[in-house]
């Protein structure tokens, strides 16, 4: 597998995040140097692992269903670059 | 042409915890905006979500009760999309390992049982909620995060339902389970219990399945048959024109009882799920299995056909009382202390409901117990109080919560079953009524219904009614 142009411009829009066509090129190639190092890995026979998504063996750990203070709304809302009335204020999201 | 709609259900339940998925912020519907929120829930950098092991096993419970499979590992990944309610930029959910899956539920549309196959139930946290200013040009919305993490449960239908009735039922059986197992208040007006309903068409007898489409924002259960119904016109135009049903998402317009198209499937999000690296996997073992098997209850249909072939109740008896959990106890309850089911049903089915209904009452708080009804049966079997009289003391009983004897005697409402008192009003209404008496003799047989009737509102209500009529046939002479 190849990553051209196209995917990187759908990877960005994905992140929402702009990319200058230098950027894109220097992704290209940066994204296929890793799909590279991922296809020498490939070749290992890996029929009888299994897929590893934690690397520790500790499972089950829980809270109890336990109140625990929230925070006071002027913390809140200290980093919100808009707000009212107590809301959050965002650039109108129609769907 | 003849088309068969095909139907599959999503269902969002919120659960009934105290606190949110992963942090302690209370989950209480409608406080001020933003002020059940912290630095979990808003997503601060560093923050990390600790599972709320209720939730975990009220999910768990429900998987069990839709005879779901439970994998003896499960997991948590994240779903990556951006929208302004998603603080993190990604809701934590399951995909690689649910919660349960290839489950079923039983359904009953007119006395018939059918199955639905469940797909899959699992586990997610709730998104904020977003308000849309009505001003005209406003240009902002408004986001409010006290939603943000609840800890909501997502039930997934087979396209198993073939007609509107089908779906009726599967909601209220749906919404019953999870009422009888407790895992949810199920409150749609709340939006704690929310639907989603995907629907196709294809022509009768081919098996390939025909363009989805899905429709949101139903916010009823009326909505959502009405979309149906709405959709499947729309399909079948389409079709009838000979071009092909557009994949896609459409949003229900429930002022103009119309959908219109959200976005297309082929510009259809890519959520790039994986495992979620915060939260470390749960592994399910037969023990705690068993101990959460241990806690659901009968369940609704169960409970139905063990109601109609215990205690001898019409389907539509059952039905009626097992509508409501908590009906459905109080009438057990009685039923233990007096053997009168149908009895009781009668007085839940009909009376209760209707001063339920007619005084705003709320049915998870009545006063009257399951011994006072039990006690007032019994009292009109001794013939303390007529038929009628006993609807007057347990209007005063369900109002008050006091005891039928207690309302009998201070209202004195006691039955008159004196017979030389009774005989005293019979005389005098005979002799205020000629007409009346002339018409029975000439065969007017109403008119003893009428006779009868005086005397009663002369003893209002009071007097025994089989003496009454028996007096009164003896006087007129029969």
Same mark, same amino acid.
């Given at each position: 597998m190849k990553i051209d142009k196209d995917q990187v411009e759908n990877i960005a829009k994905l992140s929402r995040i702009r990319l200058t066509e230098l950027e894109r090129e220097m992704f290209v190639h940066q994204l296929n140097n890793i799909l590279f190092y991922i296809e020498k890995l490939n070749k290992l026979d890996t029929e009888n692992v299994a897929p590893m998504a934690y690397t520790s063996d500790v499972s089950n750990v829980f809270r109890e269903d336990k109140l625990k203070p929230s925070i006071p709304l002027q913390d809140v809302l200290i980093n919100a670059p808009a707000t009212k009335s107590g809301f959050f204020k965002v650039p109108k999201v129609i769907e | 042409m003849t088309y068969e709609v095909v139907i599959g259900l999503e269902t969002h339940a919120e659960l009934a915890t105290i606190t949110k998925l992963f942090c302690g912020c209370s989950t209480k519907f409608?406080? =001020? #905006?933003?002020? *059940?929120?912290?630095p979990v829930c808003l997503a601060m950098p560093g923050v990390l979500p600790v599972m709320n092991k209720k939730a975990f096993e009220y999910a768990l419970k429900a998987a069990i009760a839709l005879n779901c499979k439970i994998d003896e590992f499960t997991n948590f990944d994240r779903k990556s999309y951006y929208y302004p309610d998603l603080p993190k930029n990604y809701q934590i959910s399951q995909n690689y390992?649910?919660?349960?899956?290839?489950g079923y539920m039983d359904i009953s549309v007119n006395g018939t049982i059918s199955r639905i196959r469940i797909h899959n139930v699992h586990l997610e946290e709730e998104a904020g909620k977003l308000i849309h200013p009505e001003e005209v040009g406003a240009d902002y919305s408004l986001v409010d995060f006290n939603r943000a993490g609840v800890p909501l449960l997502e039930i997934v239908s087979y396209p198993d339902m073939r007609r509107v009735d089908e779906v009726e039922s599967y909601m209220q059986t749906l919404r019953k389970i999870l009422l009888y197992t407790e895992v /949810?208040?199920?409150k749609m007006q709340e939006g704690s219990l929310r639907f989603e309903a995907s629907i196709s068409l294809r022509k009768k007898g081919v098996d390939r399945l025909g363009n989805r489409v899905e429709i949101k924002n139903l916010n009823s259960m009326k909505s959502v048959l009405k979309a149906i119904e709405y959709e499947t016109m729309r399909q079948r135009d389409v079709l009838d024109r000979g071009e092909t049903v557009d994949r896609e998402t459409r949003l229900w317009d429930e002022v103009n009882e119309k959908s219109a198209r959200m976005r297309s499937k082929e510009e259809? *999000?890519?959520?790039?799920?994986? #495992? =979620?690296?915060?939260l470390l996997p749960v592994l399910i073992d037969e023990k705690w299995l068993r101990a959460i098997k241990d806690t659901i209850p009968e369940l609704p249909l169960i409970r139905r056909q063990r109601f109609i072939e215990?205690?001898?109740? /019409?389907d539509y008896d059952a039905s009626l009382l097992i509508d409501e959990k908590i009906l459905a106890d109080f009438f057990e309850e009685c039923v233990k202390i007096l053997n009168r089911p149908k009895s009781f049903c009668n007085w839940i089915t009909n009376d209760l409901l209707r001063e339920v209904k007619d005084r705003k009452l709320d049915i998870y708080h009545l006063k009257i117990k399951p011994k006072q009804l039990a006690a007032l049966v019994e009292i009109i079997e001794k013939g303390t109080i007529s038929s009628t009289i006993a609807k007057e003391v347990f209007s005063e009983m369900i109002q008050t919560g006091k005891d039928p004897k207690t309302v009998v005697e201070e209202k004195k409402l006691v039955q008159i079953s004196d017979e030389g008192l009774i005989e005293e009003i019979i005389i005098k209404i005979i002799s205020s009524n000629p007409d009346a008496i002339e018409d029975y003799k000439k065969g007017k047989k109403n008119a003893l219904t009428f006779l009868v009737g005086q005397v009663m509102k002369e003893t209002k209500g009071k007097a025994n009614p089989k003496i009454v009529n028996e007096m009164l046939m003896k006087k007129v002479g029969v």
């Open positions: - | 409608g406080v =001020e #905006p933003n002020t *059940q929120v912290c390992h649910n919660m349960g899956i290839d /949810s208040d199920c259809s *999000q890519d959520y790039r799920y994986f #495992p =979620e690296p915060d215990t205690f001898a109740l /019409s």
